[in-house]
């Protein structure tokens, strides 16, 4: 089976700099995958990392290691809005994901 | 484009009922997905349907069912309800085909509540 761990809360300022981290247990996987959830709201696809390496898409970044079986999310000049729940997820198969236990983000001003 | 759209977006039930969401995937995409949230298990896939063929389940019991139609809308059912299926079931389409990258855009969700 997979087991995605990542923190349960972070919080930053606005500006700031911010890694969300997501640590996994799984037999194998095709890509992890990032999604971001306000509250009350439907996930949304932030990244996606099919190699190991980092992704950049504007104010994130998204990196994978598969050999230390770890990746993170980078959120760079953090905003209010950026506010949320971040998810980690794997791709076991055709078309589904296995999320991780998620990381509510805090911003304050 | 249109979304993703989901109905109903709230309903409750009582134990012992059945219940039926529907989700109406965006034009093109032939994949449609389900997933189960909660506090306390968080996102949990259900079932993945492609051109009405399911092509993956997840840990549900088999009171959770769902198909696909020829125009890629999608219905789950939840029979004999239990307090714990309260949650928000969130369905998501994608435009499908092999693996690898697959991004997801989900719908608003419906939100269940069983009394």
């Known amino acids: 089976g997979q087991s995605l761990e990542q923190p349960s809360e972070v919080t930053a300022v606005e500006g700031a700099i911010v890694q969300i981290n997501c640590t996994y247990q799984t037999s194998g996987f095709y890509g992890l995958s990032w999604y971001q959830q306000h509250d009350g709201g439907a996930p949304t696809f932030l990244s996606y990392n099919a190699l190991d390496g980092l992704e950049e898409t504007g104010r994130f970044s998204s990196f994978l290691s598969r050999s230390d079986s770890y990746g993170y999310l980078l959120l760079q000049e953090l905003q209010m809005k950026d506010s949320a729940s971040y998810f980690c997820?794997?791709?076991?198969?055709?078309?589904?994901?296995?999320f991780g236990t998620g990381t509510r983000l805090l911003v304050s001003p | 484009k249109a979304g993703v759209t989901q109905t109903p977006r709230y309903l409750i039930k009582t134990r012992g009922q059945q219940v039926t969401l529907s989700c109406s995937p965006i034009?093109?995409?032939?994949?449609v997905s389900w997933y189960q949230q909660t506090p306390g298990q968080g996102l949990q896939f259900l079932f993945e349907?492609?051109?009405?063929?399911?092509?993956n389940k997840g840990n549900f019991p088999g009171r959770f069912s769902g198909r696909q139609f020829s125009n890629s809308r999608s219905e789950m059912n939840v029979s004999t309800l239990e307090l714990g299926d309260s949650a928000l079931y969130l369905c998501?389409?994608?435009?499908?085909?092999?693996?690898?990258?697959?991004?997801?855009?989900f719908g608003a969700g419906s939100r269940l509540t069983v009394l």
């Open positions: 997820a794997v791709t076991p198969g055709f078309q589904k994901l296995v």
């Open positions: 998501a389409s994608s435009v499908g085909g092999g693996t690898g990258a697959n991004v997801l855009t």
């Open positions: 349907y492609f051109s009405e063929t399911q092509r």
């Open positions: 034009s093109g995409h032939r994949s």
